[in-house]
């Protein structure tokens, strides 16, 4: 059983950055790829970014591609999506979930999630 913990989260101004942590414990962390999705209020769990086990790999939704980057340190355990440019729409709960899979976009492939953390972004 993998548990995981984000961090990160809090409120910043267009434009602005944050670093997202996903800590995970209870398994073998370099054998699980990684993701992370968002829920803005009202909507659907997006996919935003993912990244295979030895981090060779890694996939990006359209609508971050180029501002939000996505890394992990298998000797901390940790995963991590570095966050530039923020817009507003970027508002949502992010949630890191564990795959034993393979990397993928599709959250039915994860077996493990967060509890997430909130990311607001002010106009």
């Known amino acids: 059983q993998v548990q995981l913990v984000e961090s990160g989260g809090g409120l910043v101004q267009a434009g602005g950055s944050l670093r997202l942590s996903c800590a995970a414990s209870?398994?073998?962390?370099?054998?699980?790829?990684m993701g992370w999705f968002r829920q803005a209020p009202g909507k659907e769990r997006e996919f935003v970014a993912a990244?295979?086990?030895?981090?060779?790999?890694?996939y990006y939704a359209d609508s971050v591609k180029g501002r939000f980057t996505i890394s992990r340190d298998n000797a901390k355990n940790t995963v991590y999506l570095q966050m530039n440019s923020l817009k507003p729409e970027d508002t949502a709960v992010y949630y890191c979930?564990?795959?034993?899979?393979?990397?993928?976009?599709?959250?039915?492939?994860?077996?493990?999630w967060g509890q997430g953390t909130q990311v607001t972004v002010s106009s």
């Open positions: 979930a564990a795959s034993r899979d393979g990397v993928s976009r599709v959250g039915a492939r994860y077996n493990y």
């Open positions: 990244i295979s086990w030895t981090g060779g790999t890694t």
């Open positions: 209870g398994g073998t962390f370099s054998r699980y790829a």
